[in-house]
T-cell receptor
Framework: AQSVTQPDIHITVSEGASLELRCNYS??????LFWYVQSPGQGLQLLLK??????LVQGIKGFEAEFKRSQSSFNLRKPSVHWSDAAEYFC????????????FGTGTKLQVIP | GAVVSQHPSRVICKSGTSVKIECRSL??????MFWYRQFPKQSLMLMAT?????????EQGVEKDKFLINHASLTLSTLTVTSAHPEDSSFYIC????????????FGPGTRLTVT
């Protein structure tokens, strides 16, 4: 069975600082990987996804993520955080070849301080 | 991009009553829709998968008689919480995929259900 671990429940960064949110997955083959962002009381917005190919994936809002097979990781990064980035971030994994059974991590809440 | 709406965004109902939540794909045909439940400060838990014109597939532990799902058309799925109880209070989120791009789920904005 697939699983996703987001080890950081809560992260605080200063505006303008760089950000890295960690995500580790467990899956027998190369999965499909996603990062979503959720603002309070809202649904999820897809930031980026990895299916195959280049392991460095560019997303919206200046985010990027790198797939590292050897580490079973898919960490999310942003070079300079804006106050509007404060939200909850979810890493998710799905079996390659289909959308079924997307498994979400427990989320990382990002707080941005001035 | 693909847009999914949910209605209502918030609903308060009394214990023992039923409440219906609608999920609509506005600009694409959704071959499959998903219903999730999110508890405070927790992740999304998949409740069921619904395909247009067929019965929904429920995840283990989800009561199908309590959470009725109807995917009547390619743009509409409904979740009815029957005989609601306070423990059913939660944030319910739907998502949809289209046949042409079946690897990406498009999420609705969610519905906050409070049962008093």
């Amino acid at each position: 069975a697939q699983s996703v671990t987001q080890p950081d429940i809560h992260i605080t960064v200063s505006e303008g600082a760089s950000l890295e949110l960690r995500c580790n997955y467990s899956y027998g083959a190369t999965p499909y990987l996603f990062w979503y962002v959720q603002s309070p009381g809202q649904g999820l917005q897809l930031l980026l996804k990895y299916f195959s190919g280049d392991t460095l994936v560019q997303g919206i809002k200046g985010f990027e993520a790198e797939f590292k097979r050897s580490q079973s990781s898919f960490n999310l990064r942003k070079p300079s955080v804006h106050w509007s980035d404060a939200a909850e971030y979810f890493c998710a994994v799905a079996p390659s070849g289909g959308y079924q059974k997307v498994t979400f991590g427990t989320g990382t809440k990002l707080q941005v301080i001035p | 991009g693909a847009v999914v709406s949910q209605h209502p965004s918030r609903v308060i109902c009394k214990s023992g009553t039923s409440v219906k939540i609608e999920c609509r794909s506005l600009d694409f045909q959704a071959t499959t829709m998903f219903w999730y439940r999110q508890f405070p400060k927790q992740s999304l838990m998949l409740m069921a998968t619904s395909n247009e014109g067929s019965k929904a597939t429920y995840e283990q532990g989800v009561e199908k008689d309590k959470f009725l799902i109807n995917h009547a058309s390619l743009t509409l799925s409904t979740l009815t919480v029957t005989s609601a109880h306070p423990e059913d209070s939660s944030f319910y989120i739907c998502s949809a995929i289209s046949g042409q791009d079946s690897y990406e789920q498009y999420f609705g904005p969610g519905t906050r259900l409070t049962v008093t």
